[in-house]
């Protein structure tokens, strides 16, 4: 083992050890600290744990660099024991970061909540890395061509799949917090991660220092940027309108009045004029959220449902900020009025006793919308 790569090894255990432990007690303190946040829906207890499995494919890290000592130390590194090991704990990494994305609000909607295709891409990851490792010793001295490793390209193909998916979440992430500057950094940075890669299958692709200087430059810059996400979600959480301080009225047609303290909305008029299907698709969450119960007070948000996307929940949001004149700190987003509960299904987050309906409007309403269930709801 040349010293390079020892320093290399033993400082991207530290670092990652670190860095795991770090991510680990500032999820722990932010389950504590907003608990009653994190699990508001009683029926379904989803916490938010992308970055408890962020800090887990940390520790694999570790545990991959411990072993990858090991196996340098010992010289058997050539052994299918030791590629085997390498195999496994890949898989575990790519799981635990696909995981962690399946909670970004701002995945891609393929990811984001979508646990058929979770299981899909889990798929996907283990036969790649077992056919990487079952491909080695099939082609023998066949295994190196002109320099390309041809056992490890499906592995860097799938790794460069993952670093798509990180990249697109961390900007989207960032940006949509205003901290677009930290989004390009978090692009360069997973990209920076995926070059330190390419030595995996190009085997002339740089030197021994370059190649471990660029992985340990890729690697602490991501821990870091794993810790400006968990700095950012518990900004996020603190400043989250909780359910039982804010309220909505429904005075009239297209005529609201809402109250949210945290943003600095204290009893605001709202007009939402023409925009009949934006205030139609907020009176009847409102009318499910009072008067339902169970699974009733939830709307189905997909092609089939009462409303037909979520962009349109999106819509009702965007509309409030305009006419409000919000500035980028009150600026209300999605998850502040509506909660996802699973399968496709959204409800209001405001607690029942501090939404109001007019009578005349809730009974014109009534009569006038072509649906057994919500005639019987607000009567």
């Not at 036969?127 to 490792?133: D, E, G, I, K």
């Not at 209300?332 to 007019?358: A, K, M, Q, V």
């Amino acid at each position: 083992m040349t010293e390079v790569a020892k320093f290399y090894i033993l400082s991207h255990i530290f670092i990652s050890f670190i860095g795991a432990v770090l991510l680990l007690a500032i999820w722990y303190h932010i389950r504590n600290r907003f608990k009653q946040l994190l699990e508001e829906n009683d029926s379904q207890k989803r916490v938010d744990k992308g970055l408890l499995y962020l800090s887990f494919a940390m520790f694999i890290w570790v545990i991959a660099g411990c072993w990858t000592y090991t196996g340098t130390a010992f010289s058997f590194t050539e052994s299918q024991g030791f590629q085997l090991g390498l195999s496994l704990l890949s898989i575990v990494n790519n799981m635990f970061l696909l995981l962690a994305l399946f909670y970004f609000y701002y995945a891609p909607k393929f990811i984001y909540n979508n646990e058929k295709n979770i299981k899909k891409i889990v798929i996907v990851i283990i036969v790649t890395s077992l056919l990487a490792f079952i491909i080695s010793p099939l082609l023998g001295e066949n295994n190196i061509v002109y320099g390309i490793k041809i056992s490890n390209i499906p592995e860097l193909v799938l790794s460069g799949f993952l670093c798509y998916l990180l990249g697109i979440s961390f900007y989207r992430t960032f940006a949509f917090r205003g901290l677009k500057i930290i989004g390009i950094i978090s692009v360069v940075v997973i990209v920076l991660t995926f070059i330190s890669q390419l030595s995996e299958v190009f085997l002339n692709f740089g030197d021994d220092f370059t190649n471990n200087f660029i992985r340990i430059c890729a690697k602490t810059s991501l821990i870091s940027i794993f810790l400006v996400l968990a700095t950012t979600w518990v900004i996020r959480l603190a400043g989250m309108p909780k359910p039982n301080e804010m309220s909505i009225s429904f005075l009239d047609w297209s005529l609201i009045k809402i109250n949210i303290p945290t943003k600095g909305i204290f009893d605001q008029t709202i007009d939402f004029g023409s925009k009949t299907t934006q205030y139609k698709n907020l009176l009847k969450l409102a009318i499910r959220r009072k008067f339902g119960e169970g699974i009733s007070q939830s709307i189905l948000v997909n092609l089939g449902g009462e409303i037909k996307n979520q962009t349109y929940l999106t819509r009702i949001i965007e509309n409030m900020n305009d006419i409000l004149s919000l500035d980028d700190s009150q600026k209300l987003e999605r998850r502040d009025l509506f909660t996802f509960i699973g399968e496709s299904r959204y409800r209001l987050r405001i607690i029942p006793e501090n939404i109001t309906i007019d009578k005349n409007l809730l009974e014109e309403f009534s009569e006038n919308i072509d649906n057994e269930e919500y005639m019987s709801i607000c009567n």
